[in-house]
């Protein structure tokens, strides 16, 4: 897991364009085959991916969390914007279409994403913040989607 560090409002005004992509930029998130995470000091947020292609991917916690896994004090979002797969949560398996998006409560442990087809193979966003409760584990699919046309 990378980890960064926002600048501070001084440097932050110096900041040229290279350091501005280099503070801010991501560069490799969806990554064929692997689970990418970037943890971000502003919020204690983790931005990540996940591309499934020849096999499932778990998500494992890394040594600065300071946590048995990953959930164990966070709560985690996935939206999907690749091709179909499904995200298994401690044992239940959730089918994930593109634009569907899975909540994944805290205290969850076991949490690894496969796709349907290598050659179109799902691209899960993955975003986490730490949480103080926990709430179900809930699916929304773009099917339930109730748009709101604007204009």
Do not use: W
Request: hydrophobic share 35%.
């Amino acid at each position: 897991m990378q980890i960064r560090f926002s600048p501070n409002q001084n440097d932050y005004q110096k900041l040229c364009t290279d350091g501005l992509r280099s503070n801010f930029l991501i560069e490799t998130l969806f990554t064929a085959g692997k689970v990418e995470l970037v943890y971000s000091d502003a919020d204690r947020a983790i931005i990540g991916s996940a591309v499934p292609t020849t096999g499932a991917l778990k998500l494992v916690t890394d040594a600065e969390l300071r946590a048995a896994y990953f959930c164990e004090r966070r709560e985690l979002g996935v939206l999907n914007i690749g091709g179909s797969g499904t995200v298994e949560v401690d044992g239940k398996k959730y089918e994930m279409n593109k634009l569907d998006c899975l909540y994944i409560s805290r205290g969850s442990k076991d949490i690894s994403f496969s796709s349907k087809d290598q050659a179109n193979p799902a691209a899960y966003y993955l975003l986490s913040y730490p949480a103080h409760a926990a709430y179900p584990t809930t699916l929304a699919t773009i099917k339930d989607a109730a748009p709101v046309e604007l204009g």
